[in-house]
């Protein structure tokens, strides 16, 4: 079973950043992918962005050119810099590991999540 541990959540104004973690741990597969999910009250939890094991990366149109997601294969740690942030950003933050070729960001594809971690950007 993989364990994903997130954290660096938190509130920030609009316009500002932050920073996601999620540190993954007990898995051996060489072709996996890895992505941020997030699901503000009262909506579908949608994709952010995913990154494989080869660096590949896929953003949603929402994030596109404000968030960066990338790797770092010796501490296995998954990281989201979040850039130019909006109100609408503001949701609970999910890491989640999948195995095989991806960067996929359709949460059915992915068998282990995070705990999550809640980002608040107020106006």
């Known amino acids: 079973q993989v364990q994903l541990v997130e954290s660096g959540g938190g509130s920030v104004q609009a316009g500002g950043s932050l920073r996601l973690s999620c540190a993954a741990s007990?898995?051996?597969?060489?072709?996996?992918?890895m992505g941020w999910f997030r699901q503000a009250p009262g909506k579908e939890r949608e994709g952010v962005a995913a990154?494989?094991?080869?660096?590949?990366?896929n953003y949603a149109d929402s994030v596109k050119g404000r968030f960066t997601i990338s790797q770092d294969h010796t501490k296995n740690t998954v990281i989201l810099q979040m850039n130019s942030l909006k109100p609408e950003d503001t949701a609970m933050y999910y890491c989640?590991?999948?195995?095989?070729?991806?960067?996929?960001?359709?949460?059915?594809?992915?068998?282990?999540w995070g705990q999550g971690t809640q980002v608040t950007v107020s106006s």
């Open positions: 989640a590991f999948a195995r095989g070729r991806g960067p996929r960001l359709f949460q059915y594809y992915y068998d282990n």
């Open positions: 007990g898995y051996s597969y060489s072709n996996y992918y």
């Open positions: 990154i494989d094991s080869d660096g590949n990366t």
